[in-house]
């Protein structure tokens, strides 16, 4: 992101400059271990410049964390194709693609840092999740949610949340095997919610109808019956 020598630049093209260099910084450190001097010396240009294009460092981090959220609400696009097991797979790994290459970065936007109570962050994060509910329930072809599909997707998304949070702290257990943990993990609280209500069992039984003999849902059948017996 360091530009190496000053140019004049417009002024959207520095922002956008300024965002990129702070998301890097705040991505390696937390946000509140960042100057303005640091963003300002690896952008090539002097603090006040930083302050003309933001007035404070509270405003430079919440853009950055605009294009995070962004960036993060988009790893749960996936296209309609296939068994929905192998899609919330390939979900999970770009979703830990994300928190492992911007590790403080989420820290900061799940849990707030120089922003913390900010009705901005507070915002960006909510967004996060809308879009990660959305995208969801549109692999299950629903757009009515009844309640209790609303209660076990948004339950999966927190446990993903806290489950990658978990996991930066000395990331003990290999992401290899949370990624497919976290899918059974869906499937799981939608066999609960299931054995409870006619209709999630409907939905069930429409979402695994496809599924493989090899797939991620199959694999967890196998070992609860192995644990059982």
Request: a negative charge.
């Amino acid at each position: 992101m360091t530009t190496g020598v000053r140019r004049r630049m417009g002024v959207e093209e520095r922002r956008q400059q300024l965002i990129g260099v702070a998301l890097e910084l705040f991505s390696r450190r937390s946000p509140d271990d960042v100057s303005i001097d640091e963003i300002a010396s690896a952008a090539g240009i002097s603090r006040p410049l930083v302050y003309h294009y933001f007035p404070g460092k509270l405003s430079l981090y919440e853009a950055a964390l605009q294009r995070a959220s962004d960036d993060l609400a988009a790893r749960f696009v996936e296209p309609h194709e296939g068994p929905l097991g192998t899609r919330l797979l390939r979900v999970m790994r770009r979703y830990f693609d994300f928190v492992d290459q911007h590790g403080p970065g989420f820290s900061a936007l799940m849990r707030g840092g120089p922003a913390v109570g900010s009705s901005t962050t507070n915002a960006l994060v909510d967004s996060v999740r809308q879009a990660a509910y959305v995208q969801i329930l549109s692999h299950l072809g629903v757009t009515d949610p009844p309640a209790r599909l609303e209660l076990v997707v948004r339950s999966w998304i927190s446990l993903a949340e806290s489950t990658a949070l978990i996991w930066l702290d000395g990331r003990r257990i290999p992401r290899e095997e949370l990624e497919p943990q976290l899918v059974n993990d869906f499937a799981a609280l939608a066999a609960v919610s299931a054995a409870y209500d006619e209709e999630m069992a409907e939905l069930l039984r429409g979402a695994l109808k496809d599924e493989p003999a090899d797939g991620p849902f199959a694999h967890l059948v196998g070992r609860l019956i192995a644990l059982a017996s």
